[in-house]
């Protein structure tokens, strides 16, 4: 069974990273060994009391100051030009819920 905020997270995420992919410059790599352009990005979240998500994103290397790290729960995914922004939402999602308890 999904836990239908998850579903709520994907489509929010999906919207992000659609969003981001439109950013990547030729000269941008989500990896250093990366020879396509890309961008990593990190999802930070976390389940409220009400059952919804907070989440906060930060693309590139943030260390400790990036738009996610004040949340529990994490997903790093690399994210390029032609990526399958559904697949990795899900992909991001899944990172999430994984060391959590609300699958």
Same mark, same amino acid.
């Given at each position: 069974?999904?836990? +239908?905020p998850t579903k709520v997270l994907?489509?929010? @995420?999906?919207? &992000?990273l659609k969003s981001l992919k439109k950013e990547i410059q030729?000269?941008?790599? +989500?990896?250093?060994?990366d020879t &396509? =352009? %890309?961008? &990593? @990005?990190t999802i930070g979240a976390d389940l409220n009391d009400d059952g919804s998500f907070s989440w906060g994103f930060q693309t590139g290397d /943030?260390?400790?100051t990036g738009g996610a790290y004040g949340? =529990?729960?994490? +997903? @790093?995914? %690399? &994210?390029y030009r032609r990526s399958n922004c559904r697949a990795l939402a899900q992909d991001a999602v899944e990172q999430?819920? +994984?060391?959590? /308890?609300?699958k």
């Open positions: 069974m999904t836990f +239908a994907e489509k929010e @995420v999906e919207s &992000l030729s000269d941008y790599r +989500a990896y250093e060994e &396509l =352009p %890309g961008i &990593l @990005v /943030n260390s400790y949340y =529990p729960h994490w +997903a @790093v995914i %690399g &994210l999430i819920t +994984a060391e959590s /308890n609300f």
